[in-house]
């Protein structure tokens, strides 16, 4: 595709619920990220895919946080029993390659947890 | 390990005055360097990028980028702000090692334009 692409755009969600947030990067991308921002902060860093190998995920806050990318192209972030405190947007981005290629990002989608 | 910070949450300049955003990294490493900024509402945008070819590093819209290894600095700058400058920038550390990739955001400055 010409970007990369997420969704939902938006998802509101009750405490409790399991959500999975999608990411579609950009064809032929080997490296994928998945990024939390909370409100005011900066992206933090979840967890990293180079193709289907999920080779960091320490920036996980909890078991309750799950990422996969079965084929090697589209990922998945499922966030099971959200809580509050989840509430934030999430980045997915993607390189061609490893080393110094520049990021894409998505345009996130915000999860807020009532 | 490797980290990066940004020395000033908000940044306000009048228009057509210089800017200057502060980031200053730590890495085991030589790192690869970036800035990104993000309007709202909008994605994240690469601005500039550092990979050890040139100290001074020229990115869009006017903005430029200096890495100082004896200081482990690596400052915005844009000789004259313009309205639509008005955003939050991130300065970003890359560890350039194939496995572990890891990208590291600094908290993000936000840039007001005075009028």
């Known amino acids: 595709g010409a970007g990369v692409s997420q969704s939902p755009r938006y998802k509101v969600a009750k405490r409790g619920q399991d959500v999975a947030l999608r990411c579609d990067p950009i064809s032929g991308h080997v490296s994928l990220f998945w990024y939390q921002q909370a409100l005011g902060q900066g992206p933090e860093f979840l967890t990293y895919f180079q193709n289907e190998a999920q080779l960091d995920k320490s920036g996980l806050p909890s078991d309750r946080f799950f990422a996969e990318r079965p084929e090697g192209s589209v990922s998945t972030l499922k966030i099971q029993r959200t809580q509050q405190e989840d509430s934030a947007v999430y980045l997915c981005?993607?390189?061609?390659?490893?080393?110094?290629?520049?990021?894409?990002f998505g345009s996130g989608t915000q999860l807020s947890v009532l | 390990a490797q980290s990066v910070t940004q020395l000033d949450s908000h940044v306000s300049v009048s228009e057509g005055t210089p800017v200057l955003l502060r980031c200053n990294y730590s890495?085991?490493?030589?790192?690869?360097l970036f800035w990104y900024v993000q309007h709202p509402n909008k994605g994240l945008q690469l601005l500039l990028k550092?990979?050890?070819?040139?100290?001074l590093v020229k990115g869009i819209n006017g903005f430029e980028a200096e890495f100082k290894k004896s200081e482990t600095s690596f400052h915005l700058t844009k000789p004259s702000a313009h309205m639509s400058d008005a955003a939050e920038y991130f300065c970003?550390?890359?560890?350039?090692?194939?496995?572990?990739?890891?990208?590291?955001f600094g908290k993000g400055t936000r840039l007001h334009i005075l009028p």
């Open positions: 890495s085991s490493y030589s790192p690869s």
């Open positions: 550092y990979t050890s070819a040139a100290t």
């Open positions: 981005a993607s390189s061609l390659a490893t080393r110094n290629e520049k990021l894409f």
């Open positions: 970003v550390v890359r560890r350039p090692m194939n496995r572990d990739d890891k990208i590291i």
